[in-house]
């Protein structure tokens, strides 16, 4: 995939076709806002800026079938070689997991859920988190039920990079469904957040073309 992904890196500066308009907003639209992203694809990440007008992150990737980001850094796995580009156009389908960010949604609006030990496995990431689901059935099989991108919470996120382990915390992790290979429920203990670093930014000292993208979790870029 990041053959694709670099290829599209080194023409994104030229023309390109107009991407399919969003599916319509039922709800009242909001005011967009940028917000930045960090993305986990196949054989690398992603991270850049992507404007949201919905109330959620989770139901923008939810509404549309891509998204455009600006300012992209794509770091590879295997060596952690980074390349850069004004835009970028990725698929849903691209993307096995989202961090989430930006606004957290309505209150009122939310449903009463509990909240299930899982661990799953997508592509090269290993994810154990919660999944929120309703109280007394099988989460795994309310799972089938929903849209393509769900939320996993107070998850910690496992994969290789560079010839080693990575591990990290993620707090709220958005996963693509549709490209899990496994999913189970877990005992709490297997799924409880250890001692471990936030997932971070590319290591600016090991790459110095790397952009900073401190705090890239948390804040709108001004």
Known sequence: MIADLLRRVRFSAEPGPVP?????IIEPAREPI???LAAYA??????????VDTDRLTDYLNQQEQYELSDVLV???DDGRATEAKTLIVERGELLAVRASGPRGNANR???TLQYPVTLQT???TLRGHLHGLPGSDPVMQLRR???MVALTESWIEYPTEGESHRGRVGTIIFNREAIDWIHVSRDGEVRL???????KPDLRADPRAKDLTGYIWTARQ
């Open 110 to 112: 939310r449903g009463r």
């Open 194 to 200: 250890p001692d471990l670093p936030v997932e971070t």
């Open 34 to 36: 940028e917000i930045e």
């Open 42 to 51: 196949e054989d690398c990440r992603i991270f850049g800026f992507v404007l």
């Open 75 to 77: 770091v590879a796995l």
């Open 20 to 24: 399919p308009a969003p599916a319509p």
């Open 146 to 148: 929903r849209r393509p």
């Open 123 to 125: 592509g090269p990431y």
